[in-house]
């Protein structure tokens, strides 16, 4: 049984534009919410984090935002560049330092 | 270096042999934690250590799956009779919980198993 969702496998975006990943989770217990970018033949790199006392973060081109009564985040890339191209991890965890639960990912690919 | 060290690089081994996985965490962090990534998939939770203990076991698979951190620092991730389902890339990671901390997880290249 999947805790953290990443519906859409893939996306593509023209560089420039905004690109929008979507995570749903289940877990009500979850209190604190990441997002990390994977390039492949390397580990998973962090890019933004948000507790559940926020509805949104922000760090330069990238903003994470909570909805909690919806048990959904989503990730804004804007504005998107061929360099963002990777596999995007949805995760959740109860606290700052508990385990940490992936989700499936989405492939982004930025068109130049 | 100053990143999450993790070897081998590269494991191919037969079915039903014994493997060791090592990660060398990055120095101060008191976190580690070990995940399994199969082609396709996000990383699956195996163990996490705080400190020389296990914090949290549940991911292990089964019984054949062992993971030790006996001085707080270097985990050793152990594998018995491998079998073919093992096959993943196995990713280390460390991180340092407090105040204001993200909960930034620092990982690792990670180790890739093949068992034939």
């Known amino acids: 049984d999947q805790q953290v969702k990443q519906n859409s496998p893939s996306l593509s975006v023209q560089e420039g534009r905004i690109s929008i990943l979507n995570c749903d989770y289940t877990?009500?217990?979850?209190?604190?919410f990441l997002w990390y970018k994977k390039y492949p033949a390397e580990g998973p790199t962090f890019l933004i984090s948000?507790?559940?006392?926020?509805d949104k973060n922000e760090d330069g081109r990238f903003t994470v935002f909570l909805n909690k009564s919806a048990k959904h985040l989503s990730l804004h890339i804007v504005p998107s560049q061929p360099g963002d191209s990777a596999v995007y991890f949805c995760?959740?965890?109860?606290?700052?330092?508990?385990?940490?639960?992936f989700g499936p990912g989405t492939s982004l690919s930025v068109i130049p | 270096g100053a990143g999450v060290s993790q070897t081998p690089s590269n494991k191919v081994t037969e079915k039903g042999k014994y493997v060791e996985l090592r990660c060398d965490p990055i120095?101060?962090?008191?976190?580690l934690y070990w995940y399994r990534q199969s082609l396709g998939q996000g990383p699956e939770f195996l163990i996490y250590?705080?400190?020389?203990?296990?914090?949290?076991d549940s991911g292990l698979p089964n019984d054949r799956f062992f993971a030790v951190r006996p001085e707080g620092s270097v985990s050793t991730l152990k594998i018995q009779r491998t079998e073919r389902g093992d096959s993943a890339v196995y990713l280390c990671?460390?991180?340092?919980?407090?105040?204001?901390?993200?909960?930034?997880?620092?990982f690792g290249e990670g180790s890739r198993l093949t068992v034939l």
């Open positions: 250590f705080q400190g020389t203990g296990a914090a949290d």
């Open positions: 990671a460390s991180s340092s919980p407090g105040l204001g901390n993200t909960g930034e997880l620092f």
């Open positions: 995760a959740a965890s109860g606290t700052s330092y508990d385990k940490v639960i």
């Open positions: 948000i507790s559940s006392i926020k």
């Open positions: 877990n009500s217990m979850f209190d604190y």
């Open positions: 120095s101060g962090h008191t976190a």
